[in-house]
């Protein structure tokens, strides 16, 4: 995945906050303990930030670190192995890549699911507000919407409307996944 989409992502994040909580550069980055140069960075979409940093940004303005990082959500969702933001450590061997935030007052029910190629499992609408994330974990699958599915191989997530008609159909043996069902 190109960096530039993501990172002005964060740069947008962190200016909209900085701005919310009235602070200057100058101001969170000496609260933050980092250079006002590498916010300067970070707020222009040049830099590249570290795991580390954003979460000190994030505990000055008091918001989850999600805020900083999930870019503006649309329904369907994927992001394919490889290609989130991956976050590197400054301290260790150690990324992190956030596929999605909880929303306030949510609640997730964490499943495993395994299937074989056949029959598509299609699954009615559940409860309004209902929202389905998927983490390939073997084979493939074709998941989703009734009508906007898509296809999905090992490490790829994907986030959908769990609301509305959806399936799930495995197109190799042996597909597995982690299934979040997130409820408002």
Known sequence: MERTAPLAAI?????????????????LARRAGIAKST????????????????????????????RLVDPVES??????????????????????????ACPPGARR???VIT???GAAREAHAHIRGTTEHLLVTA???????????VELGVGDYARFPGDRPHL???LVPGSGAVLVMEYV
């Open 109 to 111: 029910d964490l499943h």
């Open 168 to 170: 799930y159909q495995a």
């Open 75 to 100: 329904p369907v969702r994927v992001i394919r192995a490889g290609e989130g933001l991956a976050l590197p450590s400054e301290h260790a061997p150690f990324t992190g890549t956030l596929l999605a």
């Open 39 to 66: 916010l300067s960075q970070l707020e222009s979409g040049t830099g590249n930030p570290s795991v580390e940093t954003l979460w000190a940004i994030a505990v000055v303005l008091d918001v989850p670190f999600s």
């Open 139 to 149: 084979g493939r699958w074709r998941a989703g919407p009734t009508g906007g599915e």
């Open 11 to 27: 740069a947008a994040a962190l200016r909209r906050e900085r701005e919310r909580m009235g602070l200057s550069l100058t101001e």
């Open 115 to 117: 299937a074989e190629p």
